[in-house]
Protein backbone atom coordinates (compact mmCIF):
# COMPACT_ATOMS: atom_id res chain seq x y z
CA UNK A 1 0.00 0.00 0.00
CA UNK A 2 2.88 2.35 1.09
CA UNK A 3 4.64 1.32 -2.80
CA UNK A 4 1.70 2.41 -4.30
CA UNK A 5 0.96 5.88 -2.45
CA UNK A 6 4.70 6.85 -3.43
CA UNK A 7 3.92 5.63 -7.30
CA UNK A 8 0.93 7.99 -7.39
CA UNK A 9 2.65 10.69 -5.80
CA UNK A 10 5.67 10.45 -8.32
CA UNK A 11 3.20 10.14 -10.88
CA UNK A 12 1.33 13.27 -9.57
CA UNK A 13 4.63 15.69 -9.18
CA UNK A 14 5.64 14.42 -12.85
CA UNK A 15 2.08 14.92 -14.49
CA UNK A 16 2.23 19.12 -12.59
CA UNK A 17 5.83 19.52 -14.12
CA UNK A 18 5.40 18.42 -17.44
CA UNK A 19 2.09 20.37 -17.37
CA UNK A 20 3.69 23.73 -15.88
CA UNK A 21 6.64 23.29 -18.56
CA UNK A 22 3.60 23.20 -21.51
CA UNK A 23 2.33 26.23 -20.20
CA UNK A 24 5.43 27.98 -20.58
CA UNK A 25 6.87 27.05 -23.73
CA UNK A 26 7.57 30.05 -26.11
CA UNK A 27 4.13 30.66 -28.30
CA UNK A 28 5.48 31.53 -32.34
CA UNK A 29 4.91 35.22 -33.10
CA UNK A 30 1.89 36.01 -34.41
CA UNK A 31 0.68 38.51 -37.65
CA UNK A 32 3.73 37.64 -39.77
CA UNK A 33 2.49 37.96 -43.24
CA UNK A 34 2.71 34.48 -45.70
CA UNK A 35 4.27 35.16 -48.84
CA UNK A 36 3.14 32.18 -51.14
CA UNK A 37 3.36 31.26 -54.97
CA UNK A 38 6.41 30.74 -57.44
CA UNK A 39 9.59 31.60 -57.30
CA UNK A 40 10.74 33.59 -60.46
CA UNK A 41 14.44 34.50 -59.63
CA UNK A 42 17.07 34.76 -57.39
CA UNK A 43 18.46 38.59 -57.02
CA UNK A 44 21.66 38.95 -54.37
CA UNK A 45 20.13 38.28 -51.20
CA UNK A 46 16.37 38.74 -52.20
CA UNK A 47 13.81 36.09 -53.56
CA UNK A 48 11.12 37.35 -56.28
CA UNK A 49 8.38 35.52 -55.39
CA UNK A 50 5.17 35.89 -57.99
CA UNK A 51 1.84 35.59 -56.00
CA UNK A 52 -1.05 33.87 -56.56
CA UNK A 53 -2.85 37.27 -57.84
CA UNK A 54 0.13 38.13 -60.37
CA UNK A 55 2.23 40.26 -58.17
CA UNK A 56 5.95 40.11 -57.84
CA UNK A 57 6.86 40.16 -53.93
CA UNK A 58 10.64 40.53 -53.15
CA UNK A 59 11.57 39.05 -49.84
CA UNK A 60 15.55 39.39 -48.09
CA UNK A 61 16.70 36.34 -47.21
CA UNK A 62 19.72 35.70 -45.74
CA UNK A 63 21.83 33.10 -43.04
CA UNK A 64 19.56 33.86 -40.25
CA UNK A 65 16.42 32.82 -42.64
CA UNK A 66 15.54 28.94 -42.45
CA UNK A 67 15.54 27.52 -45.85
CA UNK A 68 13.32 24.30 -46.25
CA UNK A 69 14.20 22.47 -49.41
CA UNK A 70 15.61 22.87 -53.14
CA UNK A 71 15.52 26.45 -54.05
CA UNK A 72 15.21 26.82 -57.49
CA UNK A 73 13.50 29.24 -59.94
CA UNK A 74 10.08 27.39 -60.60
CA UNK A 75 10.10 26.48 -57.15
CA UNK A 76 6.39 26.93 -55.10
CA UNK A 77 7.59 28.00 -51.81
CA UNK A 78 5.73 29.86 -48.53
CA UNK A 79 7.80 32.51 -46.89
CA UNK A 80 7.11 33.96 -43.17
CA UNK A 81 8.16 37.82 -43.35
CA UNK A 82 9.18 39.92 -41.10
CA UNK A 83 6.98 43.58 -41.28
CA UNK A 84 10.24 44.99 -42.72
CA UNK A 85 10.57 42.26 -45.79
CA UNK A 86 12.98 40.08 -44.33
CA UNK A 87 11.83 36.14 -44.51
CA UNK A 88 12.41 34.77 -41.42
CA UNK A 89 11.41 31.04 -42.72
CA UNK A 90 11.05 29.08 -46.20
CA UNK A 91 9.44 26.60 -47.02
CA UNK A 92 9.63 25.11 -50.93
CA UNK A 93 6.66 22.94 -51.40
CA UNK A 94 7.03 21.78 -54.67
CA UNK A 95 9.09 22.22 -58.03
Same mark, same amino acid.
Given at each position: ? +??? &? ?14 ? &???? !????? /? ?5 ? *???? /? %???? &? &? ?5 ? *????? %???? +?????? #? +? =??? #? !???? @? ?6 ? @??? =???? *? #?
Amino acid at each position: M +KRL &FSVLAILCVFGLTTAS &FVQS !APTPP /EGNPVVQ *GTLM /E %IDGS &F &FVIMDSS *GKEQR %IHVD +KSTMII #G +K =VQP #G !AQVK @AEVTQDGH @ASA =VLIV *G #G
